[in-house]
């Protein structure tokens, strides 16, 4: 067997992982996946705590490794503490795990602390531990050149500590291998072979009116002489508050035919949903990156997102998809009718679409580039 005495080792606390499902949950699994498969080439040792996860899914790394606190906040920073003595880096997934890093890094100022930083936990002020923290911090990554932007500009950090790593498709994601519309879905929402399909999917909150659906249905109803076979399908879980407000805004507008909220989507249907978008569209004015800008293009599809947030790098500066002013009705209207009155999108353009965003944000380029920025921590 061979010595493993002398390999870094690398903490990773995190906040969740795999007790909920959105995109901070995400990147953390994959993470995670990637950190272990760095591991298994013999280039470090890990471990990985959680303050809110109880257990892992081993396809993603081992459960002999993992601690989950199931909420116990004492527990966790305690455990964190002594977890990070025997450590060379310590990684925090989140600003909100402040407390630890601050203290390990001052107990031990020696070891490497990196933190990740990802949208708007860090767009606005921070507080009194969390300045510390940006400040004994040795690397700062950032999933958007946005969110590194606002680390320099709002919170004064050099921008020789910062460095951008973004998003990833996940490596267990579906990618489909071929591009048309589920039959069974178009039957189940009503749609015809001949309509246009706007696609979102996110979570409808009263708490985050920020992902832009409500402009896109001010849009739709300005396209809707030119296009009567148009349709926007909202999938994702929303609250009662936002539903009534929604259905309000539809009616306000006589679009209550043409929006369909669909409510949860199941896991193993995420990617039939994406394929019944003709276009995907999230005009968001909050999103660090968006991981569902990547999913839907490597499923196939085209994109407008907004141009105001972390999306523009999910898109490559538009050069993957359409970039709108989130604010603007006109805009993103425009936007639309330049894909709907474009050359039809064939499966070739499909390939092409899917392919390109596995070369730029597929898991493989991902764990590169971890290995990458773990090494420079390292041994600088």
Known sequence: MPDRSNLPKVLFLNLTAFSQMGGLEKFNRCFLKALNQIEAEGNLISEASSLYDTTTDERYYPR????????????????????????????LGHINLAIVGVVAKTLWPRKKLVLITHGIEIWGAASSIQKILLAKADKIFAVSEYTRR???????????????????????????????????????????????????????????????YDNVIKALKMLIAKYPDLRYVIAGKYDAIEKERIDLLLKEYGL???????????????????????????????????????EAMACGRRVIAGNKDGSV????????????????????????????????????????????????????????????????VINN
């Open 256 to 294: 209550t035919d043409k929006v369909i909220l669909t409510g949860f989507v199941a896991d193993d249907e995420i990617v039939s949903h994406y394929q019944l978008a003709d276009v995907y569209i999230m005009p968001s004015k909050g999103e660090g990156f968006g991981i569902v800008f990547i």
């Open 64 to 91: 002999s490794k993992y601690k989950g606190f199931g909420k116990s906040r004492t527990k966790f920073v305690l455990s964190g503490i002594l977890q990070g003595m025997k450590q060379d880096v310590i990684v």
């Open 150 to 212: 606002k680390l320099i500009e709002i919170h004064g950090v050099d921008e020789r500590k910062t460095a951008l790593f973004h998003n990833t498709i996940d490596p267990y994601f579906p990618l489909p291998n071929t591009f048309g519309k589920s039959g069974e879905l178009m039957r189940r929402y009503g749609l015809k072979e001949s309509d246009k399909v706007l696609f979102t999917l996110c979570r409808l909150s009263s708490n985050e009116q920020y992902k832009g």
């Open 313 to 376: 790098d999910a898109l490559k500066n538009g050069e993957l998809g359409k970039l709108a002013d989130p604010e603007n009705v006109e805009d993103i209207a425009t936007s639309i009718d330049t894909y709907l009155s474009a050359e039809p999108w064939s499966s070739l353009n499909a390939r092409q679409m899917q392919n390109d965003i596995m070369a730029s944000f597929g898991f493989d380029v991902y764990k590169q580039r971890l290995r990458t920025l773990l090494t420079t």
